[in-house]
C-alpha cells in the first residue's frame, strides 16, 4: 500500500495562491526533488518580486527574498559565497525575462552554479493580469485591452531558446502542468536541474509553462486547456540545452 | 610601523581586505576604477571573491546575497553609479545586512563630469531607496584616514547589521599620499552571525532574509526596531574633529578634502589676526549635531564650505538650531575651491549669509 505524505519539503502553511494556480503544484514538485535529493538542509532559495513572492513561506529551505528582477544576482551572491551549497531561484515571467533579464543572462553567461525555476504564465499575476514579456499575440490583459499586437508590444519572450544560446548554460528545459504527465515531466526536468548543479555543470534553467485562471478569466480545468492549445505552439516543450548531449 | 605611498583607490582596495573582505562586487565608472582594478588581482591572490557584475544595480543585489550568506562584502562607485544601487541599499538596509559600500563622488546632476564633487551628500545621507532607513556615511579627508575608516566601516556594519558607506570625492581617489596600513583600530565586540542563509544544516530553524511587510501592524513595528537601532547608532558612532576652537571668531563647517582646503585658508585667517574654527564632521549620518553646542560665544558667524551648491548646509541649519548666523560658500561641477576664496568668503561673510 501507498502511503502519501506531505513532503518534509514543504512548511505546513496554506499557500496563498488563487484556485487553479500552479505555484504550488510547482513548489510542491521543487520541494520533493529538493528532500529526496536529501539537499533541503543545505540549500538556500531566492524568491523573486510576483505572486511567488512567499515561496519563502512554503519552501521548506533558508531563503532570500530579492528585488524584482535581481533574483539571479542574488543568487551569484550567495553561491560565490557558499559554492557547496545548493542555491536556486524562484521566478515568474516578468521577473525574469522583462525586468530581471540582464542579471539572468549575465548569470547563465557566467555559468553561476545555480537553478532557475522559471514560471511562465503569459501574465503579471500579483499586479493583476498586465501584459508580460511572454503574453501572446493577441492576448487580453489590462494592459493590451485590445489584445497584444506585434508591432505595438514585440513579440513573446522565449526563454529557453534565448538560454539556450548562452556559452555558460548546462541543462535548459521547457515543461509543463496542463496534465499529470508533464508534471511529471517537470519534475523530472527540476531533478535534473538540481543534480547537474550538485555535479557542478553551471546554469540550469527549468522554464515550465503554468497558467493563471483568475487572470486569464477562465475556470482552472479551461486554463489548462488554453495553456495547452494556445502557449505551446508558442512555447514549445523539450530540452533546449544539455552540455551532456552536446 | 611602515608607511607606503599610495593612491587613495588602491589604499581603499588594500585596508578591506586588511578588514577581513570576503567578496566584492562592482561594476566599472570613473574616477573609482583602480579599486576594482586592484582587488581583481588582490582578490584572487588571496582566495576570496571577486566578480565584476553586469551593471551596478546586479552588483548591489550580489552584496545583498553574499551578506546575507554570512560574507564580509563591499561594493563601490560613482555618483551615477550609486544612484543604481539605492533600491538595493534600501533592501539591505530593510532586511537588516552588514555591507560597506564606497562612493567616489565625482560631479553632477546626470552623467555630469567626472572631476571631485561633494554634489552627492545627499545621495548619501538621505538616501534614494524608498522607506524609514539610514545608512551610517564616513567622511574621511586624507588616505590615511580613509584607511581607518575603511577598517571601522566593516565592523559598524556587522554591530548593527546596516549598510555603511565611506563617502570620499574623486580627490581621495586618485591622489597619492604616505599611509600606514597596519594602524590598529579599536577593537570590537561583533556578536555572531546567526541570522545567515546558508542550508538548516548549519544552524537552528529556517533563517529568512526579506523586506516584505504587507501586514502595516507588523511593518510598523519592523520600522519602529530600526529608528531604536538608528538611534543607537546616533548615540554611540558620531565621530566629528574640532580645530582652533578657543575664541573663534568665525567657525567653519567642512567634510572630507574641502576640510583640508579650510585648514590653509585658517592659516593664511590667522595670519591676518582672524581666529577661525573648524568644524569636521566625519560622520556626516549620524551629524555631529553636539559639535554646535561647543561653539563659543565669541563667534560671529558660521560659514559652511562644500563643493556642491549647499547640501549638508541643511544639517548644518538644524544643528545650528539659529544660534548663529549661517553663510555658504560653494563651488561645483567639479571645480575645487581655492583657499583664498575661502579666506575672501569670511571676510565677506554678511555677503554670504543665507536665511
Known amino acids: 500500500m501507498v502511503k502519501y505524505e506531505r513532503s518534509k519539503g514543504l512548511t505546513d502553511l496554506r499557500t496563498h495562491y488563487c484556485p487553479g494556480c500552479t505555484h504550488g503544484m510547482i513548489h510542491k514538485l521543487v520541494a520533493e526533488v529538493l528532500d529526496e535529493l536529501g539537499l533541503l538542509g543545505k540549500t538556500v532559495g531566492i524568491a523573486s518580486v510576483g505572486c511567488s513572492v512567499f515561496s519563502y513561506d512554503y519552501i521548506n529551505t533558508d531563503f532570500q527574498q530579492a528585488p524584482h528582477g535581481r533574483a539571479c544576482a542574488t543568487a551569484t551572491g550567495i553561491k560565490r559565497v557558499l559554492p557547496d551549497r545548493i542555491v536556486f531561484t524562484y521566478q515568474g515571467d516578468g521577473d525574469l525575462a522583462s525586468i530581471g533579464l540582464a542579471e539572468s543572462m549575465h548569470a547563465a553567461n557566467r555559468g553561476e552554479n545555480i537553478t532557475v525555476i522559471m514560471v511562465n504564465n503569459a501574465t503579471y499575476g500579483m499586479t493583476g493580469g498586465q501584459m508580460a514579456p511572454t503574453s501572446l499575440i493577441g492576448q487580453k490583459t489590462t494592459t493590451s485591452q485590445e489584445g497584444r499586437i506585434k508591432a505595438q508590444h514585440g513579440s513573446p519572450m522565449k526563454v529557453s531558446e534565448i538560454f539556450a544560446q548562452i556559452e555558460g548554460a548546462a541543462y535548459i528545459e521547457r515543461t509543463s502542468m496542463h496534465d499529470i504527465a508533464h508534471v511529471r515531466k517537470t519534475k523530472k526536468a527540476i531533478k535534473k536541474a538540481f543534480t547537474y548543479q550538485m555535479e557542478n555543470k553551471g546554469f540550469t534553467l527549468i522554464e515550465v509553462v503554468s497558467t493563471c485562471p483568475v487572470n486569464w478569466k477562465m475556470k482552472p480545468r479551461e486554463a489548462l486547456d488554453w495553456s495547452k492549445e494556445h502557449m505551446l505552439p508558442i512555447f514549445p516543450l523539450g530540452v533546449y540545452k544539455d552540455v551532456m548531449k552536446p | ?355
Open chain 2, 1 to 355: 610601523m611602515s608607511k607606503v605611498l599610495m593612491k587613495g583607490n588602491e589604499a581603499i582596495a588594500r585596508s578591506a581586505i586588511l578588514a577581513g573582505l570576503d567578496a566584492f562586487f562592482g561594476y566599472p565608472i570613473t574616477p573609482q576604477n583602480e579599486i576594482p582594478e586592484y582587488l581583481s588581482k588582490l582578490m584572487k591572490e588571496a582566495g576570496k571573491i571577486f566578480v565584476q557584475a553586469e551593471s551596478e544595480v546586479a552588483a548591489i543585489n550580489m552584496v545583498y546575497g553574499a551578506a546575507g550568506a554570512g560574507a564580509r562584502v563591499m561594493t563601490s562607485s560613482s555618483s551615477v553609479g550609486i544612484a543604481l544601487k539605492q533600491e538595493g541599499i534600501s533592501y539591505i538596509a530593510g532586511a537588516e545586512l552588514p555591507c560597506v559600500i564606497v562612493s567616489v563622488m565625482r560631479a553632477g546632476p546626470g552623467l555630469g563630469g567626472i572631476q571631485p564633487s561633494q554634489g552627492d551628500y545627499y545621495q548619501a545621507t538621505r538616501g534614494g531607496g524608498n522607506g524609514d532607513y539610514h545608512v551610517v556615511v564616513l567622511a574621511p579627508e586624507s588616505i590615511q584616514e580613509t584607511v581607518d575608516i575603511m577598517k571601522q566601516a566593516f565592523d559598524i556594519a556587522d554591530i548593527y547589521r546596516n549598510p555603511v558607506m565611506v563617502l570620499v570625492d574623486g580627490l581621495i581617489g586618485q591622489m597619492m599620499e604616505s599611509v600606514d596600513l597596519d594602524k590598529p583600530i579599536k577593537k570590537r565586540h561583533i556578536e555572531p552571525k546567526t541570522f545567515i542563509t546558508n542550508g538548516t544544516d548549519y544552524h537552528k530553524g529556517r533563517n529568512i532574509v526579506n523586506s516584505l511587510g504587507l501586514d502595516p501592524v507588523y511593518l510598523e513595528q519592523h520600522n519602529l526596531a530600526l529608528q531604536r537601532k538608528y538611534n543607537e547608532i546616533r548615540k554611540h558612532e558620531v565621530q566629528y574633529e574640532m580645530v582652533n576652537m578657543d575664541h573663534a571668531e568665525y567657525v567653519i563647517v567642512a567634510y572630507g578634502t574641502v576640510a583640508r582646503i579650510v585648514r590653509s585658508a585658517i592659516d593664511s585667517l590667522s595670519k591676518m589676526n582672524i581666529n577661525v574654527g573648524l568644524i569636521r564632521p566625519i560622520s556626516l549620518w549620524p551629524y555631529p549635531k553636539k559639535a554646535f553646542d561647543l561653539i563659543p560665544e565669541t563667534c560671529k558667524g558660521i560659514l559652511v564650505v562644500e563643493m556642491s551648491l549647499g547640501q549638508m548646509l541643511d544639517d548644518v541649519l538644524i544643528s545650528n538650531k539659529d544660534r548663529y548666523k549661517v553663510g555658504f560658500y560653494g563651488r561645483s561641477g567639479g571645480m575645487v575651491p581655492d583657499p583664498d576664496e575661502i579666506v575672501e568668503a569670511i571676510l565677506h561673510f554678511d555677503e554670504k549669509v543665507v536665511d
